[in-house]
Nanobody, 126 residues
Framework: QVQLVESGGGSLQSGGSLRLSCGAS????????MAWFRQAPGKEREGVAA???????SYADSVKGRFTISQDNAKNTLYLQMSSLKPEDTAMYYC????????????????????WGQGTQVTVSS
């Protein structure tokens, strides 16, 4: 069982930047895919960014060019660098890990992931 713990959330104004971290209790290099999801109040959880074990990344259209996903295998940590934040980015952000290969079309879908963190809140004000 892998435990994931997110950190780095906070409140900030529109246009600002924030970096989220997700620490894992076991090696994430063995995970086929790691990802960030988010859920805003009253909305379904959505995939934001994912990184496969081969280094390939995928992003939701709404964050392309503003968010960057990366991982440090030596530290067993996943990151999400967020810039040019907007009020619509306000949500609880979750990291997730898969235990099987994911087709590129599946990397931003919840059903591909087994391990989930508890989330970290990001609030962006205008």
């Amino acid at each position: 069982q892998v435990q994931l713990v997110e950190s780095g959330g906070g409140s900030l104004q529109s246009g600002g930047s924030l970096r989220l971290s997700c620490g894992a209790s076991a090696s994430i290099s063995s995970s086929y895919c790691m990802a960030w999801f988010r859920q805003a109040p009253g909305k379904e959880r959505e995939g934001v960014a994912a990184i496969r074990s081969d280094g390939r990344t995928s992003y939701a259209d709404s964050v392309k060019g503003r968010f960057t996903i990366s991982q440090d295998n030596a530290k067993n940590t996943l990151y999400l660098q967020m810039s040019s934040l907007k009020p619509e980015d306000t949500a609880m952000y979750y990291c997730a890990g898969s235990i099987r290969p994911l087709d590129p079309s599946m990397t931003l879908r919840e059903e591909g992931y087994k391990y989930w963190g508890q989330g970290t809140q990001v609030t962006v004000s205008s």
